[in-house]
């Protein structure tokens, strides 16, 4: 069943506006010019119970705007949302205890107190019932590895200690639904990586339903089987990750290691050269001509080894990205740069 | 409630050697307005009806109430503006509770208690110097009282915060609010009729001060009318439904700030 159901969803703010200077400045204080920033326009999708989902696109995509909107921050301009059957604009409290969302910038732990005081509270608002309360929060402590750093004051905990930490206070509830909005910014690899283990264990062990917007490309390709690109407000592409590069970016990366040094071959006649070095080569090809591309390597040349692959997903990205970026340029579109 | 008031004790418990300090910091303030209240009285007898120990149980009464906003309801009122310029609000309206009851109790400063102990006893001296006694309907009447003014304030407040949904920028307002609330020191009657009336219905800062200290006194010297309670009553009942209407509204227009 659907849990989460999104028709048409949009949400445009209004932005004050002046021209530079002076004059402009004390005009604007009796006469304000408002634009409207379309955040997130006309966007439709449905996650099913357990899906993890990740929401990728540039900064002011309007993927925070989505979520805000999903878990009842923000209400919408346009369009309609169901998740778990509530709308969640309305912000019934029903709803909001089977949900949770979790923001890597911003800390919902009280910043003098240790972080389990901010879980007390946190338990106390939720109306949790004791036993259960000391259970999950047990079970968090463990699986996280915070029980060292319970006991501290927030503010002098690492960065991502703290995270750790939020992630424990937003699992608290065991919500079904969870928006994690960028988890693991500005922790370092390692820590990403233990994040991300936790939250597919989280996943898998109670079917919690979870969108996640990551600006680390390896949070997604390890969690998410299923990916929304949205660009300008705008979803650009649902589906499997495969189906993405396969979509988005029509070529393959041809890599060759070559028995002697062929500094004069024109490798760039076959496809557009990523790299060469002394005797490693990467091309990247139009996927129709990875096949006549091999083949005409094979001949010309003393190869060693040859890989064909999809090209990473970051690469991918960029591509879908950059050449949106190049088009604006060309037409010169306002950017939108309201919430993002 | 509880749980909210115990964090921000041991928030506190952090800076205790403030405490005493902060203690006799209030009680200079209270001086300093017993001395203008002197000044006053060494150059006429009466202020409007009201003598000496009227005009102390309204010191006394205006600094408890004054201790009382910035026990609970200024730093709660200022947070919810820090809270919608910088985004946090969001993790208010996460919380499957009311938020104009979440936003409105999460920060105690529990060392203005003293204000409410200083006013307290100047209050209390003012009335022992009365001639009669003062009956315990007249008590329970001037607590009501000044539960319906905490009410109204409180109102007040949340309505001003509830303007930081539209207008980033209202830190001043704060200063705005002390500057009007200042007036309360001294018995409605003795302004202007245009500010007496403004002070009542536009303002009500009236039923914040001077009818509470006036149903404690029970004096009709003092020009409180008899129905204050009932006008009181009414006003606190209209301004908490409006305010929290109003609260409600600004919500929808809450934006949060850019991630």
């Given at each position: 069943?659907?849990?989460?159901?999104?028709?048409?969803?949009?949400?445009?703010?209004?932005?004050?506006?002046?021209?530079?200077?002076?004059?402009?400045?004390?005009?604007?204080?009796?006469?304000?010019?408002?634009?409207?920033?379309?955040?997130?326009?006309?966007?439709?999708?449905?996650?099913?119970?357990?899906?993890?989902?990740?929401?990728?696109?540039?900064?002011?995509?309007?993927?925070?705007?989505?979520?805000?909107?999903?878990?009842?921050?923000?209400?919408?301009?346009?369009?309609?949302?169901?998740?778990?059957?509530?709308?969640?604009?309305?912000?019934?409290?029903?709803?909001?205890?089977?949900?949770?969302?979790?923001?890597?910038?911003?800390?919902?732990?009280?910043?003098?107190?240790?972080?389990?005081?901010?879980?007390?509270?946190?338990?106390?608002?939720?109306?949790?019932?004791?036993?259960?309360?000391?259970?999950?929060?047990?079970?968090?402590?463990?699986?996280?590895?915070?029980?060292?750093?319970?006991?501290?004051?927030?503010?002098?905990?690492?960065?991502?200690?703290?995270?750790?930490?939020?992630?424990?206070?937003?699992?608290?509830?065991?919500?079904?639904?969870?928006?994690?909005?960028?988890?693991?910014?500005?922790?370092?690899?390692?820590?990403?990586?233990?994040?991300?283990?936790?939250?597919?264990?989280?996943?898998?062990?109670?079917?919690?339903?979870?969108?996640?917007?990551?600006?680390?490309?390896?949070?997604?390709?390890?969690?998410?089987?299923?990916?929304?690109?949205?660009?300008?407000?705008?979803?650009?592409?649902?589906?499997?990750?495969?189906?993405?590069?396969?979509?988005?970016?029509?070529?393959k990366v041809i890599k060759i290691d070559l028995d002697a040094k062929c500094d004069d071959y024109p490798f760039a006649e076959i496809g557009e050269v990523i790299s060469c070095d002394d005797r490693k080569v990467e091309l990247k090809v139009p996927k129709a001509e990875a096949a006549a591309a091999?083949?005409?390597?094979?001949?010309?040349?003393?190869?060693?080894?040859?890989?064909?692959?999809?090209?990473?997903?970051?690469?991918?990205?960029?591509?879908?990205?950059?050449?949106?970026?190049?088009?604006?340029?060309?037409?010169?579109?306002e950017t939108a740069g309201a919430s993002a | 409630m509880l749980l909210f008031a115990r964090i921000s004790v041991q928030n506190f418990a952090a800076y205790r050697a403030d405490f005493f300090l902060r203690g006799i910091m209030s009680l200079v303030q209270l001086a300093a307005e017993l001395i203008v209240v002197d000044t006053i009285f060494h150059n006429t007898e009466t202020l409007a009806g009201w003598r000496?120990?009227?005009?102390?149980?309204?010191?006394?009464?205006?600094?408890?109430?004054?201790?009382g906003i910035r026990i609970y309801i200024v730093p709660n009122m200022r947070r919810v503006l820090e809270d919608i310029r910088e985004g946090t609000l969001d993790f208010v309206l996460l919380k499957p509770v009311n938020s104009q009851l979440l936003v409105s109790i999460r920060e105690f400063v529990f060392w203005r208690i003293t204000d409410l102990i200083y006013g307290g006893t100047a209050a209390a001296i003012g009335a022992s110097m009365l001639a009669k006694d003062i009956g315990a309907t007249q008590i329970a009447t001037f607590v009501f009282m000044l539960a319906a003014g905490f009410a109204i304030i409180y109102s007040v407040w949340l309505a001003l915060a509830t303007i930081g949904f539209w207008f980033i920028r209202v830190q001043n307002i704060e200063m705005v609010f002390w500057n009007v609330f200042e007036a309360g020191r001294f018995p409605v009657m003795i302004y202007p009729y245009w500010v007496q009336w403004s002070l009542t219905f536009l303002v009500p800062l009236a039923f914040i001060t001077t009818f509470p200290a006036g149903t404690l006194l029970a004096d009709p010297a003092t020009g409180v009318p008899a129905a204050a309670p009932y006008y009181a009553a009414g006003i606190a009942v209209v301004s908490v439904l409006l305010s929290s209407w109003f609260w409600r509204f600004g919500l929808k227009h809450y934006s949060g700030a850019s991630a």
């Amino acid at each position: 069943m659907a849990q989460i159901e999104v028709e048409h969803l949009g949400k445009t703010f209004k932005v004050p506006e002046r021209e530079a200077g002076l004059v402009a400045s004390i005009g604007s204080l009796f006469r304000r010019k408002y634009r409207d920033v379309r955040a997130v326009d006309d966007i439709n999708f449905t996650v099913e119970a357990g899906e993890i989902v990740g929401f990728l696109g540039p900064n002011g995509a309007g993927k925070t705007t989505t979520l805000k909107m999903l878990s009842g921050l923000l209400h919408p301009t346009a369009g309609e949302a169901r998740v778990l059957g509530h709308t969640p604009w309305k912000r019934e409290a029903d709803y909001l205890r089977r949900i949770s969302m979790l923001m890597g910038q911003r800390s919902q732990l009280q910043w003098d107190l240790p972080a389990v005081d901010s879980f007390y509270m946190h338990g106390a608002v939720y109306d949790i019932p004791k036993a259960d309360y000391q259970q999950t929060l047990d079970e968090l402590v463990e699986l996280l590895a915070i029980g060292p750093v319970l006991k501290k004051q927030v503010r002098t905990l690492s960065l991502g200690e703290r995270m750790k930490c939020e992630i424990c206070a937003s699992l608290l509830h065991r919500p079904a639904v969870l928006f994690l909005d960028e988890p693991t910014i500005g922790v370092d690899v390692e820590m990403q990586a233990r994040i991300r283990s936790f939250i597919g264990q989280y996943n898998r062990k109670h079917g919690a339903t979870i969108i996640l917007t990551s600006h680390y490309m390896a949070d997604v390709t390890a969690l998410c089987k299923r990916i929304i690109v949205i660009d300008q407000g705008q979803l650009l592409f649902d589906g499997s990750l495969p189906a993405l590069s396969e979509k988005m970016a029509p070529f393959k990366v041809i890599k060759i290691d070559l028995d002697a040094k062929c500094d004069d071959y024109p490798f760039a006649e076959i496809g557009e050269v990523i790299s060469c070095d002394d005797r490693k080569v990467e091309l990247k090809v139009p996927k129709a001509e990875a096949a006549a591309a091999t083949a005409k390597l094979l001949t010309d040349l003393s190869v060693l080894d040859l890989t064909i692959e999809d090209p990473p997903i970051e690469d991918v990205i960029k591509q879908v990205f950059g050449g949106r970026a190049q088009r604006d340029d060309a037409e010169t579109t306002e950017t939108a740069g309201a919430s993002a | 409630m509880l749980l909210f008031a115990r964090i921000s004790v041991q928030n506190f418990a952090a800076y205790r050697a403030d405490f005493f300090l902060r203690g006799i910091m209030s009680l200079v303030q209270l001086a300093a307005e017993l001395i203008v209240v002197d000044t006053i009285f060494h150059n006429t007898e009466t202020l409007a009806g009201w003598r000496l120990p009227h005009m102390l149980v309204l010191v006394g009464v205006y600094r408890m109430v004054a201790g009382g906003i910035r026990i609970y309801i200024v730093p709660n009122m200022r947070r919810v503006l820090e809270d919608i310029r910088e985004g946090t609000l969001d993790f208010v309206l996460l919380k499957p509770v009311n938020s104009q009851l979440l936003v409105s109790i999460r920060e105690f400063v529990f060392w203005r208690i003293t204000d409410l102990i200083y006013g307290g006893t100047a209050a209390a001296i003012g009335a022992s110097m009365l001639a009669k006694d003062i009956g315990a309907t007249q008590i329970a009447t001037f607590v009501f009282m000044l539960a319906a003014g905490f009410a109204i304030i409180y109102s007040v407040w949340l309505a001003l915060a509830t303007i930081g949904f539209w207008f980033i920028r209202v830190q001043n307002i704060e200063m705005v609010f002390w500057n009007v609330f200042e007036a309360g020191r001294f018995p409605v009657m003795i302004y202007p009729y245009w500010v007496q009336w403004s002070l009542t219905f536009l303002v009500p800062l009236a039923f914040i001060t001077t009818f509470p200290a006036g149903t404690l006194l029970a004096d009709p010297a003092t020009g409180v009318p008899a129905a204050a309670p009932y006008y009181a009553a009414g006003i606190a009942v209209v301004s908490v439904l409006l305010s929290s209407w109003f609260w409600r509204f600004g919500l929808k227009h809450y934006s949060g700030a850019s991630a």
